[in-house]
Each structure stands twice: as C-alpha cells, then as structure tokens.
DNA sequence: CATAATATCGTACATTTGTACAAGCTGTCA
DNA sequence: TGACAGCTTGTACAAATGTACGATATTATG
C-alpha cells in the first residue's frame, strides 16, 4: 500500500504536525496549548500551518460546533521514515551509524534502552 | 569551550557543509563532484552556497591559485549536536528513544553495531 | 603577449516559510 | 432574538531558500 508522494513538511510545519499526531484529534486551540513552552506561537500562526498541512495532504479536518478539529491524514511511520531518511542523507550521507553513535553518546541512552534496541533490531 | 551562537543552516547548506567535512579542503569543483549522484545542482548553487556558509561564519576560504578552498571553521560536533537536537525537537518532541527504535527496526543497523553502541554508552 | 579557459562576484528572482492582522461567520446565552 | 465570544478565512508581508545568469577577473597556453 504504496502512499502518494506528498509535498515536503517545513520544519514548523512537521512540529505542528507531531502534536496532531499527538493530540490525536486536535482544535487550532488543542495545539497551541501543547506548544512546548519555550516555543509559544500565535494562534494564527497554528492556524496558517495547519491550513497548510491540510492544503499538503497531511492533515484533514471535520467540523465539529464552530471548531474546526484536524485530525493527521497520514500516518507518522511513513513521514518520519522520509524525515529521517532526508536528515541522514543531509547531515551524514546516509548513514545511520554516526547518528546511532551520537545518541548513543550524548542522548540520554543507557544499556537498557540499548538492550531494547538489540531485541528490535534482531527481530527484524 | 562554548561555541558562539551561529546563525541556522538550511538543510542545502548543511548538505553543502556536510561535504566540506568530509573533503576536509575543497573548492567548489570538488564540492560540485562530491555530490551525490541524485543530487545534481549547479556548480553556481554551490557557489551561492558556500558564500553563504562563509558568511554564516561556517566555513571560511584561502586563495589558491585562482581558485577558492574551502574549510569548515566550526567543528562537526558543535553542529551536529544543534542539527540533531532541532530535529529531535521537531519530530519527536525531544525524546531520541523514538528515533534510537526507529533506526534499529529499518536502518540496517546489526547487532554488532549494537554492541558497539552499548559500549559507548556505558562508558559516558 | 593575446586568448581561451576557468573562477568568482554581484545580482536576481520565484518560492517557501514564518508570522499575523482584520473582517466575517456561527453557535450560545441572557 | 440580539449581542458576544470564539473561530475561520482571506490576505499580507518580510525574510529565508533554492537556483542561476551575466559580467568580471585570473591563470595557463600557444
């Protein structure tokens, strides 16, 4: 089940676009209330990006009273899979390894977590 | 030894930035080759690019010849450790597990490389 | 030394992005 | 039912981005 080449997310685009995902169902007023506090847009802003997302096909919306509540038309596996493909091809050619690596030495990754991961990657 | 506050890259520019690293010294020829195949642009985009780099406080050049070499003038790290954090930020809310699982479930990760990890991860 | 070849520089320009105001609907409550 | 509060829509606009042409400068070459 193939999906449609959609157009590219901007970056605020995509972090709007996480907290639907999130939110599951969410009001222009449900995502600027998720905001991370240290990045607190207007509104109107939220609104113009959740326009725009919906224009792109990531997200759609049904109305419900006089709210409009957006609800993702996409599922995140498949725009995280491009996101992180382009971020890797970007800033390490493709590979993952050295990123692996990074996280593995500056984000809070402990041997547990790496246990986890061996189960996963194992599995597959 | 805190870095100064660079202004953003945009993902052409760390692509460009990217190669830079990897050729240690380049000129815009050598940028222009480097590319990867899929990602043919014009030898003056590359151009425009590094000046904007250079500007940006990035990379900076020495004369040679008549051509321009290029060298990064920021280290790696500092930007990778920016450009992974945004990223984060954006697509999964600051959390790298999300991110860690993702890549061992459908980035050709092994448990070799797994290994490896751990062992980094235990050492910090 | 004149010229061809090759680089750079200045400049340009259409889009996309981030951000937001103002005007117009629409339920709701007194 | 009329006024209000809350939403959406249309529109705007500056800045950033991606891309590149044309003019100019410099080196190598015959």
């Known amino acids: 089940m193939t999906q ?11 972090e709007i676009l996480r907290l639907v995902w999130q939110l599951d169902k969410a009001t222009v007023q449900d995502v600027c209330n998720k905001l991370p ?24 919306h049904r109305i419900r009273g006089k709210a409009h509540v957006f609800f993702a038309a996409v599922k995140s596996e498949h725009v995280i899979k491009r996101s992180v493909g ?12 050295p990123l ?17 991961l061996k189960r996963l990657a194992g599995k597959k």
Chains 1, 2 share one sequence.
Do not use: C, W
């Open 4 to 14: 449609k080449k959609l157009p590219a997310l901007s970056p605020s685009e995509t």
């Open 37 to 60: 506090a240290k990045r607190k847009i207007a509104y109107a802003t939220v609104q113009t990006l959740l326009r725009r997302l919906e224009k792109k096909g990531y997200v759609k």
């Open 86 to 97: 382009d971020f890797l091809d970007r800033l390490f050619g493709g590979d993952p390894i």
């Open 100 to 116: 692996m690596q990074y996280l593995a030495e500056h984000g809070k990754i402990n041997a547990g977590d790496i246990e986890k």
